[in-house]
């Protein structure tokens, strides 16, 4: 389900608390066992971000394994829930706690073929990296901690994917995820 964001102002969004609410209220609704909230789902477009590791001797090993604008990952910002409803194990790490996300905290979830194809299967807890500034006219991201390691969403191998807390300070649509236990699950669209 799409969140309507009316022109995209950040005034008009709702807050992280809202978004909770309405995810504890739909939970209660009967047949539905998990809701999350993202700004995209699996499946769909997600953001992309050309990055850069701020170990050096990552750096390096990535360097003389691929050509340094290969260092992309697509990318989520996700809310309370999300990797459980939308059935992705957590396989090393944690996922993001509620003061995480709300507070937009500077740590990351990456999936397996992120561990596999970037990190040459390294562990990546602890690691740190950020949105590399592509020009002159745009700063680096904040660096990010990755905390945590999801298993590939598609059996045919990940996107090396990486899930950020949620900030709704951006200008992408919000999704919410729900995992109904029974029934037809477009009953519960309609309500």
């Known amino acids: ?6 022109n995209g102002a950040p005034s008009e969004l709702p807050s ?14 009967p047949g ?10 699996p499946g769909t477009i997600w953001e992309q971000m050309v990055y850069e590791l701020q ?24 809310g309370e829930n999300f ?5 992705i194990p957590l396989v090393a790490g944690r ?15 990456v999936d ?21 500034a592509e020009d002159e006219t745009r700063r680096p991201g904040p660096w990010l901690e990755i905390v945590g390691v999801v298993e590939d969403f598609s059996p045919k191998g990940g996107v090396r994917a990486l899930y950020q807390p949620l900030d709704l300070s951006g200008a992408a649509p919000l999704h919410l995820a729900i995992h109904t236990a029974a029934g037809n699950p477009a009953d519960h669209v309609a309500r």
Do not use: C, H, M
Request: without cysteine.
């Open 1 to 6: 389900v799409t969140i309507d964001r009316g």
């Open 112 to 132: 397996e073929t992120f561990v596999r194809t970037v990190l040459g299967g390294r562990s990546p807890l602890g690691v740190t990296l950020r949105e590399r």
């Open 95 to 109: 996922t993001f706690t509620a003061a995480e996300i709300r507070q937009n905290a500077p740590v990351a979830v």
């Open 55 to 78: 170990s050096a001797e990552l750096q390096t090993f990535v360097d003389t394994q691929r050509r340094t604008d290969e260092l992309w990952s697509a990318g989520t910002r996700v």
């Open 32 to 41: 539905v066992a998990s809701v999350g909230y993202a700004t995209a789902l």
């Open 83 to 87: 990797f459980e409803t939308v059935g």
């Open 16 to 29: 992280v608390e809202t978004l909770r609410a309405i995810a504890k209220r739909l939970e209660q609704e």
